[in-house]
């Protein structure tokens, strides 16, 4: 992830990131993440990371559906 980082790209695609982080670690580095990358697509279970998406998507039975957490 650093090599790819460094190169500044637009655009960076995660999958499952942080499944063996704590969720202050979790925050810390996606408030980094932030800020070094324009668009980010994360894959996780964690619904954690809902707090900072700015949309979030669901696979259901094969189909994506837009995704409006209940506050």
């Given at each position: 992830m650093g090599r790819a980082?460094?190169?500044?790209?637009?655009?960076?695609?995660?999958?499952?990131?942080?499944?063996?982080?704590?969720?202050?670690?979790?925050?810390?580095?996606?408030?980094?993440?932030?800020?070094?990358?324009?668009?980010?697509?994360?894959?996780?279970?964690h619904h954690s990371l809902l707090k900072v998406a700015d949309r979030a998507y669901r696979v259901e039975h094969g189909t994506v559906r837009e995704f409006v957490p209940l506050s």
């Open positions: 980082l460094a190169t500044r790209p637009s655009v960076v695609i995660l999958d499952e990131p942080t499944s063996s982080l704590d969720g202050a670690r979790e925050a810390r580095i996606f408030a980094r993440l932030r800020q070094r990358v324009p668009t980010l697509v994360v894959m996780t279970h």
